[in-house]
């Protein structure tokens, strides 16, 4: 199942946040109360606009309030929360100025990045956002969506604004759906093959002649009651060495094949690898976000008296670095032997691409990460690291906070995700890491 993006609602206490979260959900979930303070854990809710579906969060406020024993701690929580979001609305009370400190943690919120709506409420009549309004514009935003959540005033315009802020919607993955396994590699490496072996049956046209599939076929296959797609793609070379329109168009239909699919099966020829051509579509895989098995076809030529599968792992990972994260089997369309275990291996990888990993659980590792190796930026200073927190997941993407301008050093953020990929058992996946200043 694809994690639901996060609409985050941040301000501090008594600005009407859990009222808007009301009104925005169009129920009422959030307790409302007069005297600040009341939210002090976030409150989730999926939520529907239009065509988005995402998680709607209310938090506590971001300043103390007076008598409230876990300030910190709730104030702490929120920004936890927004540091997570997709996107964070922003509220501002419009009966009274910005205070000096709202205006500090916009700021701070906005210089790490995060995607921001800057929201008034409390806005009853035109005549109080006309004597408003060049407060607020102080702030630097160009946006500003003056609102009444009790009374549902220019609600609608902000909800329109919330949709056209989040990402376009993708389709959330059915338990029962089939994993879908894009069979890609270059022309005439037995992808076709392959397919017909782990259906039982000839399903595909197969020849010695490069370039016979052209078009991407489907092929439904049940194991153990688990439905799996395999998708056979045409081989993927230089569009300038297709020889007509028609390959030209398989070649663009395997790339895209390659975004859509579940997990990524790159076919190598034991008899040719890694060729340059193999490198460029392990890339497509990496760019593309999916997890990726390399299966390395027609182990049955070789002599394995004379050749070792430490030598020949060595050898495809000398040029296929970059993507060493990937398991190598090593089978045989032609025989049979171990083509199974792509099944077994996709449905691993799939599994650990759709992880996500408790912040409470990151912050330890990050905590242990740094005192042993303690981290340096590109500069060559000493960096603090913050905190972290998981983004995401198909890939596993990570917001890492850092408490020092200027990019990590190279190395050590490669030494990083390595960590992190080992401690959390990271197979198959690509890993993505945003740093962010605090």
């Not at 506590?60 to 709730?74: N, Q």
């Not at 050590?412 to 690509?430: I, Q």
Request: positive net charge.
């Amino acid at each position: 199942m694809k994690k639901l993006t996060r609409v985050v609602i941040v301000g501090f206490p008594n600005v009407g946040k859990s009222t808007l979260f009301n009104r925005i959900l169009g129920q009422r979930k959030a307790l409302v109360h007069t005297d600040p303070g009341m939210t002090r854990d976030s409150l989730s809710a999926t939520c529907v606009l239009e065509d988005k579906k995402f998680v709607l969060v209310d938090t506590g406020g971001l300043f103390g309030v007076a008598d409230e024993p876990l300030s910190d701690k709730v104030r702490e929580k929120a920004l936890e929360e927004a540091a997570a979001a997709d996107l964070v609305l922003f509220v501002l009370d419009g009966k009274r100025d910005v205070a000096p400190i709202e205006k500090e943690l916009f700021i701070s919120l906005k210089k790490r990045g995060l995607p921001i709506l800057l929201v008034v409420n409390k806005v009853d009549s035109q005549v109080q956002e006309e004597s408003m309004t060049a407060e607020y514009y102080r702030l630097g935003e160009k946006d500003i969506y003056f609102i009444s959540a009790e009374h549902k005033l220019n609600v609608g315009l902000l909800e329109e604004a919330i949709v056209a802020a989040l990402p376009a919607a993708e389709p959330e993955r059915d338990e029962r759906a089939p994993l879908r396994i894009a069979i890609v590699g270059r022309t005439n490496v037995g992808k076709s093959s392959l397919v017909n072996r782990l259906a039982g049956e000839e399903r595909l046209i197969v020849s010695e002649m490069p370039g016979t599939t052209r078009d991407s076929t489907d092929t439904l296959l049940l194991r153990d009651g688990k439905p799996f797609c395999l998708v056979d793609t045409a081989g993927i070379r230089k569009l300038a060495g297709a020889e007509d329109s028609r390959e030209k168009a398989g070649i663009l239909r395997a790339k895209s094949n390659i975004r859509q699919a579940d997990v990524v099966c790159l076919i190598l020829d034991v008899q040719e690898f890694p060729t340059r051509q193999d490198a460029r579509i392990a890339q497509l895989a990496l760019e593309s976000g999916r997890p990726l098995i390399l299966a390395l076809n027609k182990w049955d030529l070789v002599d394995k008296d004379a050749v070792r599968p430490e030598a020949v792992r060595t050898r495809v990972f000398r040029k296929l670095g970059f993507v060493s994260y990937a398991p190598l089997l090593f089978l045989s369309a032609r025989t049979g032997q171990r083509v199974v275990k792509i099944l077994d291996t996709a449905e691993q990888v799939f599994k650990s691409a759709s992880t996500r990993v408790e912040t409470s659980k990151l912050n330890t590792f990050l905590a242990r990460t740094t005192d042993v190796h303690p981290p340096r930026l590109k500069s060559g200073a000493r960096a603090k690291l913050r905190y972290m927190t998981q983004k995401g997941v198909c890939p596993p993407t990570f917001i890492l906070f850092l408490g020092a301008r200027g990019p990590l050093a190279p190395t050590y953020e490669k030494f990083f995700l390595d960590s992190l990929r080992e401690a959390f058992g990271f197979v198959g996946t690509p890993l993505r890491l945003i740093v962010r200043t605090s």
